[in-house]
């Protein structure tokens, strides 16, 4: 889905018979006709904007619409960079893990959290375990309390398939 950007109509685009006319200086001039806003624009060496195309009369402000562009486009790329894209890394867990491995993955998702990321343990079963999710539900009880001081439960474990899944997040 593509969103067209709404377009500011600039000097001769503007196609109502009177104005609210903002001068360069800021100051407001009243309700002034279309064709003497175009000509005290072009008198001060600025463009014609049309600001509030919806109200009625529309505002109109005098200022160069070059300088109007760049600081619009400046905020938006202001905006985009204060945005925080919150990435899943996924921890893969068994259920007859060794206490090493299980220390060692639970060291990374503590890195992973501490980056600001979120956290997908899943634990893994195949063939006969699928008879004792009880294993699998042990070890996630384990890593959860081993990550309660640092992480929150995003959402509780659930059977996906042959695997068993939960979500943490940072507190």
């Known amino acids: 889905m593509h969103i067209k950007k709404k377009s500011i109509r600039v000097n001769e685009q503007i196609d109502t018979s009177s104005v609210r006319l903002i001068d360069e200086n800021g100051e407001q001039v009243g309700v002034v006709a279309i064709k003497d806003a175009l000509i005290k624009a072009e008198v001060a060496g600025f463009d014609l904007v049309e600001i509030s195309p919806n109200s009625s009369p529309p505002v109109c402000k005098i200022m160069d619409f070059g300088k109007f562009k760049y600081e619009l486009a400046k905020k938006e790329k202001e905006t985009k960079k204060k945005q925080h894209v919150i990435v899943t890394k996924e921890i893969r867990l068994r259920p007859k893990i060794e206490e090493h491995d299980f220390e060692f993955k639970l060291r990374h998702a503590r890195k992973f959290l501490e980056e600001g990321n979120r ?53």
């Open 119 to 171: 956290v997908k343990a899943t634990v893994m079963f195949r063939g006969r375990e699928n008879a004792h999710k009880e294993y699998g539900e042990r070890v996630l009880e384990k890593f959860s309390e081993a990550l309660d001081d640092i992480a929150r439960i995003d959402k509780e474990a659930k059977m996906e398939g042959g695997q068993l899944v939960i979500f943490y997040t940072k507190k």
